[in-house]
């Protein structure tokens, strides 16, 4: 299966015992600058099957085929193939990025099965860079630390750790720089790539997984990326396994051992001058001054297009695998023991830490508030001179209504602004949490913590410009009620659209969702469709609308005021007055409204909505392969 021997002159792959059986972790790595704990991976024939449902009926498709392979602690182990070799799906597996129940075979991490904490104990480097692009390098890396590191170590030691780090990965004359993105000019491609994997190596994990981390880049900043994961494997006796795509000669001469796979089964383990051999005793002679690496996946590539297909190369594998003996067997199929492991601080420390992080990613995009203010301060200002200066006339009944709703219109369909802020980030997100870098509960405590504030400005805005133009109840009690109705809604638009977000793909399906659902809420409200007419079968939509709690609590907060509910409104002010401001909300179908009932009913869909969201993202931060 894989070849754990590979002649004389080359080092021989063998399965870790530094460790004894009973021993859980630790290996003493005094000689490389004190102790610290180390971890040797061995995986004994991994597979991996999916089955996918057809017309015909259901198919199964091998993705991984009884994958054995060592990993040591101080060595940089590559894993290669061909397009559909199955890199990056046995890259998931061995990173506890596949559900367990879905694998046969085993993984043991120093001769125990592998366990929950493994996943928090290690880092795991995505092919695409998911950074802040408002964030500096340094800021990007000094969040990672306090979320990382324990709780126990102070400020100015975290300080020191990112600085440290900073030196390490090379990046010292872009420390400063933002990350930037498509619009903003930030560090350069090779400069990112170095940022990611310092994100996921601050907290010096013990094993480190990268997919794919040469990709995108040039040759230099590729080869500049795999020395400084040389230098962390050698210095600081860390288990680093990477997916690689055709390496250039000086890379080669920095990886310890590979894996070479072929439609998810292994071909080759082992070193790099052990390769040729290997082909060679196959029956396939390297030709002088080639890249073995590269003759190999041609070899691959020529065999899979040829009638015989792989299986002579992977019966090959595995015959000289039963040759040279297996690795040892495991005693427990995929199981998972051990205690669930605490987070690196507290709850109120990631919160604090969550809230800086999102407050200046958002002061740092100016044209989110200037867009928001600028669309509250036009809108007010045409609905104030359409407006302007109603009287206590049938039309002054129109026009209050008109203007409420509308206002409440725009605030509510608007809201979809937080759609691709969150969309962006939840790449982030998920990296993040899959590693156990923060409580799920803290991030989406904190978005909302940071937003409100902003939400009471547009609000307050809005109101103001708009609310004394028209001529509404002049009473200050009745002026601010008016403000924090506006603010319930806006906070409670806000709650709906991201966790809509935190469930769909993309922003087209996400906006598509939101626009419907807010549509629908506006037509049910009541106010188009007095609540008596609607029919018994939409009535639980009348109830769920986020625009009829507060339209009933404006309009009874309006013919309610002392200046508006001793007022005429037939033009005909007398004792036979027709159109009394209690009149007008009878006719409104609310005159048993309780403002603040309404009220509390909005606070409540704004914690359910809130809720909701964090029960989404424990969705989304927990998928995994099946």
Request: with cysteine.
């Amino acid at each position: 299966m894989a070849d754990l021997e590979t002649g004389a002159k080359t080092k021989e792959v063998e399965l870790p015992n530094s460790v004894p059986e009973g021993d859980s972790s630790s290996h003493d790595d005094s000689k490389h600058g004190g102790k610290h704990k180390t971890y040797d991976l061995s995986i004994h024939s991994l597979t991996y099957k999916v089955v996918s449902k057809t017309q015909e009926g259901s198919t199964e498709r091998l993705l991984l085929n009884k994958v054995s392979a060592v990993a040591r602690h101080g060595e940089m182990m590559a894993v290669m193939g061909p397009s559909g070799a199955g890199k990056s799906t046995f890259l998931d597996a061995i990173a506890g990025r596949i559900d367990s129940n879905s694998l046969e075979g085993g993984i043991l991490v120093n001769n125990k099965p592998m366990d929950h904490g493994f996943k928090r104990l290690s880092g795991y480097v995505m092919q695409d860079d998911q950074l802040f692009p408002m964030l500096s390098v340094r800021e990007t890396l000094m969040f990672s630390a306090r979320l990382r590191l324990p709780g126990t170590m102070t400020t100015a030691e975290k300080k020191e750790r990112v600085e440290e780090m900073i030196t390490e990965l090379g990046l010292t004359h872009a420390a400063d720089t933002k990350i930037g993105n498509e619009e903003v000019r930030g560090v350069s491609g090779g400069e990112k790539r170095r940022v990611s994997i310092g994100v996921d190596l601050i907290h010096d994990p013990p094993v480190l997984f990268l997919d794919e981390p040469t990709s995108g880049l040039d040759s230099t900043s590729a080869l500049n990326v795999v020395q400084i994961l040389h230098n962390i494997a050698r210095t600081k006796n860390r288990t680093i396994i990477l997916t690689i795509h055709q390496p250039s000669f000086r890379i080669l001469e920095l990886i310890d051992n590979f894996l070479i796979l072929a439609r998810g089964n292994p071909v080759y383990h082992g070193p790099y001058p052990g390769l040729a051999p290997h082909l060679k005793e196959f029956g396939r002679h390297v030709p002088n001054h080639v890249n073995v690496l590269e003759y190999t996946l041609d070899t691959i590539e020529e065999l899979q297009e040829s009638k015989g297909g792989i299986e002579p190369l992977v019966d090959f594998a595995q015959a000289r695998y039963e040759r040279h003996g297996k690795l040892a067997q495991i005693q427990s199929n995929m199981s998972v023991i051990g205690e669930k492991p605490k987070f690196a601080t507290s709850f109120l420390s990631e919160l604090f830490v969550l809230s800086d992080r999102c407050l200046r990613n958002t002061l740092r995009t100016p044209e989110l508030f200037f867009a928001r203010i600028g669309l509250m301060c036009m809108t007010g200002f045409v609905l104030g001179s359409l407006f302007f200066s109603i009287g206590f006339t049938p039309y002054g009944i129109q026009a209050r209504a008109s203007y409420i709703a509308f206002a409440l219109a725009l605030l509510l369909f608007t809201s979809t602004e937080a759609l691709p802020i969150f969309l962006a980030e939840k790449q982030i997100f998920i990296r993040e949490t899959s590693r156990g870098a923060y409580r799920t509960s803290a991030y989406s405590i904190s978005s909302a913590i940071i937003f409100l504030p902003f939400f009471f400005v547009l609000a307050l805005i809005f109101s103001c410009v708009s609310y004394w133009m028209i001529g509404m109840a002049a009473e200050a009690s009745s002026f601010f009620f008016f403000v924090f109705t506006l603010f319930l809604v806006l906070s409670v638009a806000n709650s709906f659209v991201v966790f809509w977000s935190a469930l769909v793909p993309n922003f087209i399906t996400g906006n598509t969702i939101i626009t419907a659902f807010t549509a629908y809420f506006f037509l049910f409200c009541g106010f188009f469709i007095p609540r008596g007419d609607i029919p018994g079968y939409w009535i639980w939509f009348h109830y769920l609308s986020t625009f009829k709690y507060p339209l009933e609590m404006l309009l009874y907060n309006e013919f309610t005021a002392p200046g508006v509910r001793d007022q005429c409104f037939d033009g005909l002010p007398g004792p036979s007055c027709l159109a009394t401001a209690p009149q007008v909300l009878a006719g409104f179908d609310m005159a048993k409204v309780h403002k603040w009932n309404n009220a509390a009913v909005m606070i409540a869909f704004f914690l359910a909505y809130r809720f909701f969201f964090y029960v989404a993202l424990r969705f989304v931060s927990r998928q995994t392969r099946k």
